[in-house]
Structure formats: structure tokens, C-alpha cells
């Protein structure tokens, strides 16, 4: 239990800290921002730029696809970092973990060449 503790503290201080955020901003904003009701006031301007269209546009399909293949495999090349580190202990200990490891390169290049081959990776 007392491995646990400092995990414990760390955690209430994270909630009284998000909790006391969230109350402190709305007082603030209560307290000291006045809102105004002219139509100038509350349109949209960014970077100095008035609003051109509707925020809303539709994107390709091949946008959001390129997007989740990329969040993939860069999710899975994560795995390599922790395994690099312990490699040669590892290794050492237990040769069929190179061989493990090879494998799981295999199967991401076999992914990775079957959305190239499905054109997942084309912009056109």
C-alpha cells in the first residue's frame, strides 16, 4: 500500500487542480466578462481574417483514411522503442524475441503493403 501512496497524492492533486480550474474560470467569467450583443462583436474572426464560408466543408473520404493508416501504423511503431531499449538483454536471455519481433515487422510491411496495393495511400 505504501508504493501506492505517492500515485494516490498525485492523483487527488490532479483532481482538485482540474476541479479548481473549472470553478475558477467560471467566476472569472461571470465576474469580469460582460456580454455584448451587437452582431460585430460575436461573428467570427480568426488570425485576422473575417469568415470567408461555413466552417462545415466536406473532405474526401481518402483524407480521413490516409489520417487513420497514419495513426495506425504510427500507434504500432511505438512498440519498437521499449524493444530497442531491452534488446540485447533480451536477446541475450531469449533469442526467439529477435525472431518475435521480425515477425511483427513482417505483418506491419504485409499491412502496409496491402493499403498500398488498395490505394489507400493515393491523394487523387
Same mark, same amino acid.
Given at each position: 500500500?505504501?508504493?501506492?501512496?505517492?500515485?494516490? =497524492?498525485?492523483?487527488? =492533486?490532479?483532481? !482538485?487542480?482540474?476541479?479548481?480550474?473549472?470553478?475558477?474560470?467560471?467566476?472569472?467569467?461571470?465576474?469580469?466578462?460582460?456580454?455584448?450583443?451587437?452582431?460585430?462583436?460575436?461573428?467570427?474572426?480568426?488570425? &485576422?481574417?473575417?469568415?470567408?464560408?461555413?466552417?462545415?466543408?466536406?473532405?474526401?473520404?481518402? @483524407? %480521413?483514411?490516409?489520417?487513420?493508416?497514419?495513426?495506425? @501504423?504510427? =500507434? /504500432?511503431? !511505438?512498440?519498437? %522503442?521499449?524493444?530497442?531499449?531491452?534488446?540485447? /538483454?533480451?536477446?541475450?536471455?531469449?533469442?526467439? =524475441? @529477435?525472431?518475435?519481433?521480425?515477425?511483427?515487422? &513482417?505483418?506491419?510491411?504485409?499491412?502496409?503493403? %496491402?493499403?498500398?496495393?488498395?490505394?489507400?495511400?493515393?491523394?487523387?
Amino acid at each position: 500500500m505504501d508504493a501506492y501512496f505517492p500515485i494516490l =497524492i498525485l492523483l487527488v =492533486i490532479a483532481i !482538485v487542480l482540474a476541479v479548481g480550474m473549472v470553478i475558477l474560470a467560471s467566476l472569472i467569467t461571470r465576474f469580469m466578462v460582460r456580454p455584448d450583443k451587437s452582431s460585430a462583436k460575436s461573428s467570427t474572426y480568426e488570425s &485576422g481574417v473575417n469568415l470567408i464560408h461555413e466552417a462545415r466543408i466536406r473532405f474526401s473520404i481518402k @483524407f %480521413y483514411i490516409v489520417a487513420m493508416i497514419f495513426i495506425i @501504423f504510427d =500507434i /504500432e511503431v !511505438v512498440f519498437f %522503442y521499449p524493444w530497442a531499449v531491452v534488446f540485447r /538483454e533480451m536477446v541475450a536471455t531469449n533469442p526467439i =524475441i @529477435f525472431w518475435e519481433m521480425i515477425a511483427f515487422v &513482417g505483418m506491419l510491411l504485409l499491412g502496409y503493403a %496491402y493499403v498500398w496495393r488498395k490505394g489507400g495511400l493515393d491523394w487523387d
